[in-house]
């Protein structure tokens, strides 16, 4: 059974920064994504940034150039630190990891952890 467990949520003002932490129990090599998804009160979950296996990223436009997704191999550990927050970032922020295989993918997903930006 795959475990992911996020941290660094909290509090915040508007223009501060926060660094979310999702440390994955086995080789982050078995997952060819992994990525952050948020989801606000009222709204559908909604990609925030993915990184693959080989490094390449993707983000949301609402979040290029203030949020940078990393992975740490060595750590099992990806990474999303947010910068110039904003009211409206504020969602449960969910890490996910896919692995794919044949025709067919698995999906895993963290339990969430709170940011709240306040204005």
């Not at 467990?5 to 223009?15: D, F, N, P």
């Not at 009222?42 to 693959?52: D, F, I, Y």
């Not at 630190?81 to 504020?90: A, F, G, I, V």
């Amino acid at each position: 059974q795959v475990q992911l467990v996020e941290s660094g949520g909290g509090l915040v003002q508007a223009g501060g920064s926060l660094r979310l932490s999702c440390a994955a129990s086995r080789t982050m090599f078995s997952f060819n994504t992994m990525g952050w998804y948020r989801q606000a009160p009222g709204k559908q979950r909604e990609l925030v940034a993915t990184v693959t296996t080989g490094g390449s990223t993707n983000s949301a436009d609402s979040v290029k150039g203030r949020f940078t997704i990393s992975r740490d191999n060595a750590k099992n550990t990806v990474y999303l630190q947010m910068n110039s927050l904003k009211p409206e970032d504020t969602a449960v922020y969910y890490c996910n990891a896919v692995s794919r295989y044949g025709d067919g993918s698995a999906s895993y997903w963290g339990q969430g952890t709170q940011v709240t930006v306040n204005s």
